[in-house]
């Protein structure tokens, strides 16, 4: 699965862990980030901050500046004695955190369907306390999807 963060967003940490060649974890170690994206050709400094978790996790703190194009930017993770990661990221319009709760929603949680009186229907999906609206689907007569409302009050 792709990692994906929403355009601009900072409170999404990227984390990854660091191994050496031996497979063993790297700590201590001092990551440096390198980002490619969509449009360039050359990797670029990073601007977010690199901190170390423990146990060789480390945490890429989302920066507004790394995230602002849309698309998949490649990132490339090096630090001493670790092996380089290399990996593509999504940088995504939508808040993908979201999208999951959403999807679950739609999927999982309770739903009512209510009749428009103009011959659409409402299916109204909540969220997993069954009290929340989460989704509204509006159906028309032949049972086509014709809007979605998300988070409905």
């Known amino acids: ?12 940490p990227h984390r990854f862990r660091l191994l050496d060649t031996s497979g063993d974890v790297v700590t201590g170690a ?3 980030v390198e980002i490619m994206k969509p449009g360039q050709s050359a990797y670029s ?23 602002d194009t849309l698309g998949v930017m490649l990132v490339r993770i090096t630090a001493a004695g670790a092996e380089t990661l290399e990996g593509p990221v999504t940088i995504v319009g939508h808040d993908p955190q979201q999208a999951l709760a959403l999807v679950a929603a739609v999927l999982t949680g309770v739903r009512t ?8 229907k409402t299916v109204r999906c909540m969220a ?3 009290v929340t609206p989460k989704v509204d689907l509006t159906h028309n007569a032949n049972g086509e999807l014709t809007a979605v409302v998300i988070d409905p009050t």
């Open 113 to 120: 369907v209510t009749d428009n009186g103009d011959a659409t």
């Open 128 to 130: 997993s306390d069954g």
């Open 45 to 67: 400094a990073a601007s977010g901050a690199v901190t170390e978790l423990s146990e060789g996790n480390y945490s890429f703190a989302g920066h507004a500046g790394d995230r």
């Open 30 to 32: 001092t990551p440096a």
């Open 1 to 12: 699965m792709m990692l994906q963060f929403q355009q601009n967003d900072t409170t999404q």
